[in-house]
């Protein structure tokens, strides 16, 4: 009798067919395997609050964003004028022109919801999805380096970073499930 529903008699005798099979199973559960799983949940709770944060910024009004900036900062830069925080929440909201917000919109939703339907599609182990998502991240870090080297923001070089590593984990459970 098996111990594992694996057939063969692989969980009791080793020399039995289906020993690979085990060997297999086990080393997909290995730590780089719990590292991919916990990059997809890591990369879908951010696509969709980036896909909401693009819902929102396209349906609040531009007056309403500056309104609760002012709203937020007010009271402490009454309190403290030269607060920094405060300070440069008001310098972004008076640069932030109606136009950059659609761009936002557009950007976030589009970004989150692309990303959602590749982790979505790598968590069902949907074979073409491997590919499609380390080409889909690999043109986010090409982006995303781009971005830095524009801004010069340390952000966009630890997106880069994390993104490569869920490319290569990406990969190598690609290539897990091709063996």
């Known amino acids: 009798m098996d111990l594992l529903p694996l057939g063969h008699g692989a969980a009791i005798c080793p020399a039995l067919p289906g020993r690979g099979l085990i ?4 080393a997909r559960r290995g730590p780089l395997h719990n590292l991919f799983e916990a990059s997809l949940a890591l990369k879908g709770v951010f696509a969709a609050l980036e896909s909401l944060a693009g819902a ?6 531009h007056g309403a964003i500056l309104g609760a900036v002012d709203w937020l900062t007010r009271n402490e830069l009454i309190e403290d004028p030269s607060d920094p925080l405060a300070a440069h929440a008001v310098r972004l909201a008076d640069r932030f022109s109606a136009d950059s917000q659609h761009f936002y919109a557009i950007y976030l939703l589009t970004h989150g919801l692309v990303k ?6 790598l968590q069902r182990r949907i074979t073409m999805a491997y590919p499609l998502a380390m080409a889909v991240f690999a043109g986010f870090v090409a982006y995303q380096l781009h971005r830095w080297s524009v801004t010069g923001s340390p952000m966009m070089l630890a997106l880069s970073a994390f993104d490569a590593l869920v490319i290569f984990l990406t990969w190598r459970e690609w290539r897990a499930g091709k063996a």
Not at 23 to 26: G, K
Not at 56 to 61: D, E, G, Q, R, S
Not at 116 to 121: A, N
């Open 116 to 121: 959602l339907v590749v982790v979505l599609m």
């Open 56 to 61: 929102a910024l396209l349906f609040i009004t």
């Open 23 to 26: 060997q297999h199973l086990a």
